[in-house]
């Protein structure tokens, strides 16, 4: 399984980002659970969202994310998104694609291998 991120890059504080994640080998449905992460300079790498199965409780966010970022699944192509809205420089930071082997599993089994993004002021 491999995961490729792209549509990162450079973009004033304020503006907006598309990220995809296209996995090889690995198909996306309702059933399976993915999630984006990044990692700021310096620091531990944080979940952006979790997207689980409905019953346990669908796509939840980080607290610094949540109503500017929305990840969605496009199952007809196969494709993970992550929508960011209102980027702050705080935002900066590589982005990670992930994704797990079964739902129940403790972490994610596969994973990118990132994409830079970067929110000057």
């Known amino acids: 399984v491999e995961l490729a991120e792209s549509g990162g890059g450079s973009v004033q504080g304020g503006g907006s980002l598309t990220l995809s994640c296209a996995p090889s080998?690995?198909?996306?449905?309702?059933?399976?659970?993915m999630g984006w992460f990044r990692q700021k300079p310096g620091k531990e790498r944080e979940a952006v969202a979790r997207?689980?199965?409905?019953?346990?409780?669908?796509?939840t966010y980080g607290d610094s994310v949540k109503g500017r970022f929305t990840a969605s699944k496009d199952i007809a192509n196969n494709v993970l998104f992550l929508q960011m809205n209102d980027l702050t420089p705080a935002d900066t930071g590589m982005y990670y694609c992930?994704?797990?082997?079964?739902?129940?599993?403790?972490?994610?089994?596969?994973w990118g291998r990132g994409v830079q993004v970067t929110v000057s002021s």
């Open positions: 992930a994704a797990k082997a079964e739902c129940w599993s403790n972490g994610y089994n596969y």
């Open positions: 080998g690995y198909r996306i449905t309702n059933g399976n659970c």
């Open positions: 997207i689980e199965r409905e019953y346990d409780g669908g796509t």
